[in-house]
């Protein structure tokens, strides 16, 4: 019988008990020293009636402040994320599709065009790696290429590394720019480098989570991100993590779970300097997301595929509380 009610009825059947016996006690103790001050009937009974709404009071405001035991629900509070407003993302990565091909060429120092290999590129985790392969062939100018075979794709090419160094946040607006030039091409990976691009100066940390089957192609995508913010690839800055599949919750929510005590505990990182990225994903990654940042205060973020693209929706969980019905 029991089964059907919840816990915390009893709980605040409990509560009421030990708060009628504080009443009781407190009534005969502050009665005695009224009868012995006052004499007038009405007097004595204005006086008892203050202290019980004054103990009434206190009771109903303590329930208000320990509602939270009882019950809640969840609204979004959204707003558009402003630059630099986060030191470490989360990005569920999937591998772009067969008709879009990445490839990176540079300008040597007698200015002449070449093409970079799997093999210049594979092994390439700090931005020291970068400058070696610079010194080692003679790279002035490093760019990126993105086409979708199937379309008339028009100016694909974006500078991403330049042996003049470059102003950072220049660099930065040209690329999101460029982001924005190649919509038409549907590249997968635009999104998370949009949001990494606009977080280039507070970013310290990326966590890349990936799929067994994509996970080997992650390093073009590293490749990118030291070429584009020069200070990543330091002090493990972008780890990628491995997973069987998206679709599985449990392991995703684990992992979600795993990263996150490591930001805390490792990095010192506080929840609202986190972002967990959505945009595209399946949709247990959707709700693994929500989940996060339910627990956490971490806000999610999407990238519009409708509207404006560049603009970045950030989205907080606000929790509600209220008594049971």
Same mark, same amino acid.
């Given at each position: 019988?029991f089964?059907?009610?919840?816990?915390?009825?009893?709980?605040?059947?409990?509560l009421?008990?030990?708060?009628?016996?504080?009443i009781?006690?407190?009534?005969?103790y502050?009665?005695?020293?009224?009868?012995?001050y006052f004499?007038?009937?009405?007097?004595?009974?204005?006086i008892?009636?203050?202290?019980?709404?004054v103990?009434?009071?206190?009771?109903i405001s303590?329930l208000?402040?320990?509602?939270?035991r009882f019950?809640?629900y969840?609204?979004s509070?959204e707003?558009?994320?402003?630059?630099?407003?986060?030191?470490?993302?989360?990005?569920?990565?999937?591998?772009?599709?067969?008709?879009?091909?990445?490839?990176?060429?540079?300008?040597?120092?007698?200015?002449?065009?070449?093409?970079?290999?799997d093999e210049?590129?594979?092994?390439?985790n700090?931005?020291?790696?970068?400058?070696?392969?610079?010194?080692?062939?003679n790279?002035?100018?490093i760019?990126?290429d993105?086409?979708n075979s199937?379309?008339?794709?028009?100016?694909?090419k974006?500078?991403?590394?330049?042996?003049?160094?470059?102003?950072?946040?220049?660099?930065?607006?040209?690329?999101?720019?460029?982001?924005?030039?190649i919509?038409?091409?549907?590249?997968?990976?635009?999104?998370?480098?949009?949001?990494?691009?606009k977080? %280039?100066?507070?970013?310290?940390?990326?966590?890349?989570?990936?799929t067994?089957?994509?996970?080997?192609?992650i390093?073009?995508?590293k490749?990118?991100?030291?070429?584009l913010?020069?200070k990543?690839?330091e002090?493990?800055?972008?780890i990628?993590?491995?997973?069987?599949?998206?679709?599985?919750?449990?392991?995703?929510s684990?992992?979600?779970?795993?990263?996150?005590?490591?930001?805390?505990?490792?990095?010192?990182?506080?929840?609202?300097?986190?972002?967990?990225?959505?945009t595209?994903?399946t949709?247990?990654? %959707?709700?693994?997301?929500?989940?996060?940042?339910?627990?956490?205060?971490t806000?999610i973020l999407?990238?519009?595929?409708?509207?404006?693209?560049?603009?970045?929706?950030?989205i907080?969980?606000?929790?509600?509380?209220?008594?049971?019905?």
């Open positions: 019988m089964k059907k009610f919840n816990k915390d009825y009893f709980i605040l059947a409990g009421l008990s030990v708060w009628l016996i504080l009781g006690i407190a009534g005969n502050f009665t005695d020293i009224i009868d012995n004499k007038n009937t009405l007097s004595i009974l204005l008892k009636l203050f202290i019980m709404s103990l009434l009071l206190l009771f303590f208000y402040i320990k509602k939270k019950k809640f969840a609204l509070n707003a558009l994320m402003e630059n630099d407003s986060f030191k470490a993302v989360i990005l569920p990565i999937s591998i772009p599709s067969k008709i879009i091909i990445i490839n990176f060429s540079y300008i040597d120092n007698n200015n002449e065009e070449r093409y970079l290999k210049d590129i594979k092994n390439i700090l931005l020291g790696d970068v400058l070696d392969l610079v010194k080692q062939k790279i002035k100018e760019y990126l993105v086409r199937e379309k008339d794709n028009g100016n694909t974006c500078l991403i590394f330049s042996k003049n160094n470059e102003d950072e946040v220049e660099k930065n607006k040209r690329f999101i720019n460029w982001l924005k030039e919509r038409q091409i549907k590249w997968n990976w635009a999104v998370q480098l949009l949001i990494i691009a977080n %280039s100066k507070s970013l310290e940390h990326i966590r890349l989570i990936c067994e089957n994509n996970i080997d192609k390093y073009i995508l490749f990118i991100i030291i070429c913010l020069n990543f690839g002090n493990e800055g972008i990628a993590h491995k997973i069987k599949s998206f679709e599985n919750f449990t392991i995703l684990e992992l979600v779970e795993k990263i996150e005590e490591d930001f805390e505990n490792r990095y010192n990182f506080k929840d609202k300097e986190i972002a967990f990225d959505i595209g994903g949709k247990p990654v %959707s709700v693994i997301g929500t989940f996060f940042t339910l627990k956490s205060r806000p999407y990238v519009s595929q409708e509207d404006e693209f560049g603009k970045i929706l950030q907080n969980a606000i929790i509600n509380i209220e008594p049971p019905e």
